[in-house]
């Protein structure tokens, strides 16, 4: 325990200097940072002012954009803030806060992409009983249930991170503060913290893939089954475009909170952090694209089924 500090700062080594020209890679971060901003705002506020996409799906992919935007928001500022002050210094409370924002906004998005392809195994297979199954009250528990589900990650991963004793060094080799990153520091081991992350995460990354797999499932059984070659076309290019953000999330989530922390590196881990952050944000416009097919494919329903 020795030069043990409590509440001192870390920095965040951060990844600008493996790149020969920094600022350069600065500037494209920033744009595409504004892109994905302004492209999911519009997208909400296109949702909101259009009576004909007041349904479940659209407001499920209105909730995916906010989270997107927060998600973003939560690191990115502070990365390029730290490019253009050249300090690299970021606070104990605010890496704690940064670390719980981002554990929720990450665990709550695992719920809502199963419940997006609940959704879809909904509209494809029981299209008749749409409006029933998928009412407003039902769709605003659901998602009350995601946020809920994935708010207890931050609460319970955060406090034990934080409140960790470290020792020696207090460079964490990211551009956030990411809970496996800065867990390496801590001089106490790290046996709590996976026994808790196998413990917590194996269920809430279980169910998830539990109902997107049986979904998927059955809509695959329900194409093979239409008469319309032009249906089975738009359904399949539905559940692909899904199934690709589906993948990258979970897969990035798979690498970064299950494989042991003696089997990541620094590099690595930075790599993946940065395409879930800017890699499953852009992939909302394709679900977006898949939603609007997804429109042409059901059978005759109420355009605005919660009114």
Same mark, same amino acid.
């Given at each position: 325990m020795n030069n043990y500090?409590?509440?001192?700062?870390?920095?965040?080594?951060?990844?600008?200097?493996?790149?020969?020209? #920094?600022?350069?890679?600065?500037? &494209?971060?920033?744009?595409?940072?504004?892109?994905?901003?302004?492209g999911n705002s519009l997208l909400i506020l296109l949702i909101l002012s259009d009576t004909r996409l007041h349904t479940p799906m659209y407001f499920f992919i209105s909730?995916?954009?906010?989270?997107?935007? %927060?998600?973003?928001? &939560?690191? &990115? #500022?502070? %990365?390029?803030?730290?490019?253009?002050?050249?300090?690299?210094?970021?606070?104990?409370?605010?890496c704690g806060m940064q670390m719980f924002l981002y554990t929720i906004l990450a665990s709550s998005e695992f719920f809502i992409l199963a419940l997006m392809s609940y959704d879809r195994y909904v509209a494809i297979c029981h299209p008749l009983r749409y409006p029933v199954l998928m009412n407003r009250r039902a769709c605003l528990h659901m998602m009350s249930a995601c946020?809920?589900?994935?708010?207890?990650?931050?609460?319970?991963?955060?406090?034990?991170t934080m409140t960790s004793p470290f020792c020696g060094s207090r460079e964490i080799h990211h551009f956030f503060c990411e809970i496996p990153a800065v867990i390496k520091l801590s001089c106490s081991g790290t046996w709590l913290y996976e026994t808790l992350m196998y413990i917590c995460c194996v269920p809430m990354l279980l169910i998830p893939v539990t109902v997107i797999?049986?979904?998927?499932?059955?809509?695959?059984?329900?194409?093979?089954? %239409?008469?319309?070659a032009e249906g089975r076309k738009k359904a399949l290019a539905t559940c692909s475009s899904h199934m690709t953000v589906v993948i990258l999330f979970?897969?990035?989530?798979?690498?970064?909170? %299950?494989?042991?922390?003696?089997?990541?590196?620094?590099?690595?881990?930075?790599?993946?952090g940065f395409l879930c952050g800017f890699g499953a944000c852009p992939g909302t416009s394709s679900v977006d694209q898949g939603g609007l097919e997804l429109t042409e494919i059901r059978l005759p329903l109420p355009p605005e089924c919660w009114d």
């Open positions: 500090t409590g509440l001192s700062d870390f920095t965040l080594m951060g990844f600008y200097s493996q790149f020969k020209h #920094p600022a350069l890679l600065a500037v &494209v971060i920033f744009v595409i940072f504004l892109m994905t901003l302004s909730q995916l954009s906010l989270m997107d935007m %927060m998600y973003i928001s &939560v690191t &990115v #500022p502070k %990365m390029l803030m730290d490019e253009v002050l050249g300090s690299h210094r970021i606070s104990a409370a605010a946020w809920f589900l994935g708010s207890l990650d931050g609460f319970i991963f955060t406090p034990i797999s049986s979904s998927y499932s059955f809509i695959l059984l329900t194409v093979i089954r %239409m008469n319309s979970y897969g990035a989530a798979v690498y970064t909170y %299950m494989l042991p922390v003696s089997f990541r590196t620094a590099e690595n881990d930075m790599v993946i």
